[in-house]
């Protein structure tokens, strides 16, 4: 069992940066993908990226990619989700997510964390 609590959303403007926070607590958390995954308002869920034990974050989507970056402490039991060049397009409930297998899906994590917010002005 793992829970994931995440923090650090608002609002922000376009252009601007946000740093998304997930403090992950369970046995074994250096057995799991640690990943993001946003849901805009009558929107499907999208995949942000994940990041393993070791190693950079992956799997990042074209929409986000050279502008999001994943990172994990392990100290920390924290993943980190540093958002660059903010556009309104990006507003959306952030979610931090967790499994122990490697995934893309959004139907691919087990754990869920209970989502924070991310508002993008124009």
């Known amino acids: 069992q793992v829970q994931l609590v995440e923090s650090g959303g608002g609002l922000v403007q376009a252009g601007g940066s946000l740093r998304l926070s997930c403090a992950a607590s369970?046995?074994?958390?250096?057995?799991?993908?640690l990943g993001w995954i946003r849901q805009a308002p009558g929107k499907e869920r999208e995949f942000l990226g994940t990041i393993g034990w070791s190693g950079p974050g992956t799997g990042y989507p074209d929409s986000v990619l050279g502008r999001f970056t994943i990172s994990r402490d392990n100290d920390r039991k924290t993943v980190y989700l540093q958002m660059n060049s903010l556009k309104p397009e990006d507003t959306a409930v952030y979610y931090c997510?967790?499994?122990?297998?490697?995934?893309?899906?959004?139907?691919?994590?087990?754990?869920w964390g209970q989502g924070t917010q991310v508002t993008v002005s124009s």
């Open positions: 997510v967790a499994d122990v297998n490697f995934s893309k899906n959004t139907d691919g994590y087990q754990f």
């Open positions: 369970g046995r074994a958390l250096n057995t799991y993908w």
